[in-house]
């Protein structure tokens, strides 16, 4: 594809995305579920109020807001950096709707660039790219959480946009892709701890990188001279990765994002907060998280979300019958849920051949003949998709819908790649029958 075309639809895709996301940001009028935690909590940001970094304070009775539908409290359980970002735009702009909701929109614009930037990086192909960009562009569960004033698009731009950053280093050997993902990690655990689960992605994608290509090293040592040896992959010539390596990279991985979560709560000082205090303020939100045992009709297993089911509820109007929920559309449902299932077994079961130059048997026998830096890519979407996912499993506290977000870029990118490889397949073996 020309690369001016691919650029015209890239930024026709950008403009979609962008009416999508701001058009009438201002309705509705009222808080959208916990929308009235973090603007109140931003308020007190922008007024300089310690009690911002505060886990003691009861719900304030004494504001009357025509926004609210309850008394706001403090939003004291997750970092701060979302709520930086809504209390900017509201210094800007003033304490009204879209206000509140301008910074998540345009993290859900910067989103729908991240996901065409993962897409590109992982399979270097323009049509998985502009598709990526369009399913993410128009899905229902991005756009509605893209105008909510809330933590978790952040977490989505921010663990998307790390993936894609730590691809770009380890597949196409971009120097600076590593710190990169560092920082965006960081900035993703500020947002919220569940946004630190990528960290945990990139510690293991590092870790099993190191011991592929130190198998690769001792494979050639010892079978080189034997006629039967394997031949040994290209991207076992292509990096010795020797142990000092993967210690500075995992030092990359851990030490950036710690000092990134550390630098969003430096403003926390200026309020009149000591160190002991920020200490203490994460040992209450971690009592929090692991002993709260409170029913909320809204919450869901995350087994549930692979099934789409119970939605989050933001918004009913008995009048007019609109609704608002997070959940994702059918497409992502069950294209997403099976092209993730496809790319499982094709990890497990691929012979890991090269793309044959010669003509093939058929074209079904290509589709599922994957490439060795095809399934480097699929193995870093699935670990990191069962990263930010498996671990919901086991948290005890009410999880609800909205905690499935960042795995949805994953699923669309996956989506994108199995629906445009048929095709692709069927034009170039068509090519290949009128040569012949």
Same mark, same amino acid.
């Given at each position: 594809?020309?690369?001016?075309?691919?650029?015209?639809?890239?930024?026709?895709?950008?403009?979609?995305?962008?009416?999508?996301?701001?058009?009438?940001?201002?309705?509705p009028?009222q808080?959208?579920?916990?929308?009235d935690?973090?603007?109140?909590?931003?308020?007190?940001?922008?007024? @300089?109020?310690?009690q911002?970094?505060e886990?003691?304070?009861?719900?304030d009775?004494?504001?009357?807001?025509?926004?609210q539908y309850r008394?706001?409290?403090?939003?004291?359980?997750?970092?701060?950096?979302?709520?930086y970002?809504?209390?900017s735009?509201?210094?800007?702009?003033g304490?009204?709707p879209?206000?509140?909701?301008?910074?998540?929109?345009?993290a859900?614009?910067?989103?729908?660039?991240?996901?065409?930037?993962l897409?590109?990086?992982?399979?270097?192909?323009?049509?998985?790219t502009?598709?990526?960009?369009?399913? &993410?562009?128009?899905e229902?569960?991005?756009?509605v959480?893209?105008?909510? &004033?809330?933590?978790?698009?952040?977490?989505?731009?921010?663990?998307? /946009?790390?993936?894609?950053?730590?691809?770009?280093?380890?597949?196409r @050997?971009?120097?600076w892709?590593?710190?990169?993902?560092?920082?965006?990690?960081g900035? &993703?655990?500020?947002s919220?701890?569940s946004?630190?689960?990528?960290?945990?992605?990139?510690?293991?994608l590092?870790i099993?990188?190191?011991?592929?290509?130190?198998?690769?090293?001792?494979?050639k040592?010892?079978?080189?001279?034997?006629?039967? &040896?394997?031949?040994?992959?290209?991207?076992?010539?292509?990096?010795l990765?020797?142990?000092?390596?993967?210690?500075?990279?995992?030092?990359?991985?851990?030490?950036?994002?710690t000092?990134v979560?550390?630098i969003?709560?430096?403003?926390?000082?200026?309020? @009149?907060?000591t160190?002991?205090h920020?200490?203490e303020?994460?040992?209450?939100?971690w009592?929090?998280? /692991?002993?709260?045992?409170?029913?909320?009709?809204?919450?869901?297993?995350a087994?549930?979300?692979?099934?789409?089911?119970?939605?989050?509820?933001?918004?009913?109007?008995e009048?007019t019958?609109?609704s608002?929920?997070?959940q994702?559309?059918?497409?992502?449902?069950?294209?997403?849920?099976?092209?993730?299932?496809l790319s499982v077994i094709?990890?497990?079961f691929?012979n890991?051949?090269?793309t044959?130059?010669?003509?093939?048997?058929?074209?079904?026998s290509?589709?599922?003949?994957?490439?060795?830096?095809?399934?480097?890519?699929?193995?870093?979407?699935?670990?990191?998709?069962?990263?930010?996912?498996?671990?919901?499993?086991?948290?005890?506290?009410?999880t609800f819908?909205y905690h499935?977000?960042p795995?949805?870029?994953?699923?669309?990118?996956?989506?994108?790649?199995w629906a445009?490889?048929?095709?692709n397949l069927?034009?170039?073996?068509?090519?290949?029958?009128k040569?012949?």
């Amino acid at each position: 594809m020309n690369k001016w075309i691919f650029l015209l639809l890239a930024a026709f895709l950008f403009l979609i995305a962008s009416l999508l996301r701001f058009s009438n940001l201002n309705q509705p009028t009222q808080y959208l579920f916990d929308e009235d935690l973090y603007v109140y909590t931003a308020s007190l940001i922008r007024q @300089g109020n310690k009690q911002a970094f505060e886990w003691w304070h009861p719900p304030d009775t004494t504001m009357d807001s025509p926004y609210q539908y309850r008394s706001p409290a403090v939003e004291w359980l997750h970092p701060p950096l979302s709520k930086y970002a809504i209390a900017s735009s509201m210094v800007i702009f003033g304490d009204q709707p879209w206000a509140w909701r301008l910074p998540s929109a345009l993290a859900g614009v910067g989103l729908v660039l991240a996901i065409g930037w993962l897409a590109e990086t992982l399979f270097d192909k323009k049509s998985i790219t502009l598709l990526a960009m369009l399913i &993410a562009s128009i899905e229902s569960f991005l756009v509605v959480q893209s105008r909510l &004033a809330s933590a978790d698009i952040f977490v989505a731009l921010f663990t998307t /946009a790390t993936l894609a950053s730590f691809a770009q280093w380890q597949l196409r @050997g971009w120097r600076w892709g590593l710190p990169l993902a560092g920082i965006l990690a960081g900035l &993703a655990m500020s947002s919220k701890w569940s946004g630190g689960l990528i960290i945990l992605a990139l510690v293991v994608l590092l870790i099993i990188d190191y011991l592929r290509k130190q198998n690769c090293r001792l494979s050639k040592k010892s079978g080189d001279n034997s006629r039967h &040896a394997k031949p040994v992959s290209v991207s076992c010539h292509r990096s010795l990765f020797p142990i000092k390596k993967l210690i500075i990279s995992l030092s990359t991985v851990i030490f950036i994002p710690t000092l990134v979560y550390i630098i969003a709560f430096l403003p926390s000082f200026s309020f @009149g907060h000591t160190t002991a205090h920020i200490i203490e303020l994460h040992r209450q939100a971690w009592l929090y998280h /692991a002993t709260n045992r409170s029913f909320h009709p809204n919450s869901s297993p995350a087994y549930l979300w692979l099934l789409n089911q119970k939605p989050v509820w933001y918004y009913f109007n008995e009048e007019t019958g609109k609704s608002i929920k997070a959940q994702t559309s059918p497409i992502i449902f069950w294209g997403g849920t099976m092209a993730l299932l496809l790319s499982v077994i094709i990890i497990i079961f691929s012979n890991q051949q090269s793309t044959v130059k010669s003509r093939p048997q058929s074209m079904f026998s290509r589709l599922f003949a994957i490439s060795n830096q095809e399934k480097q890519s699929f193995f870093t979407l699935l670990v990191a998709f069962f990263a930010l996912w498996l671990p919901w499993l086991f948290v005890s506290r009410p999880t609800f819908y909205y905690h499935f977000l960042p795995c949805v870029p994953i699923l669309i990118t996956l989506l994108t790649y199995w629906a445009v490889r048929p095709i692709n397949l069927w034009l170039s073996y068509k090519s290949a029958e009128k040569k012949l």
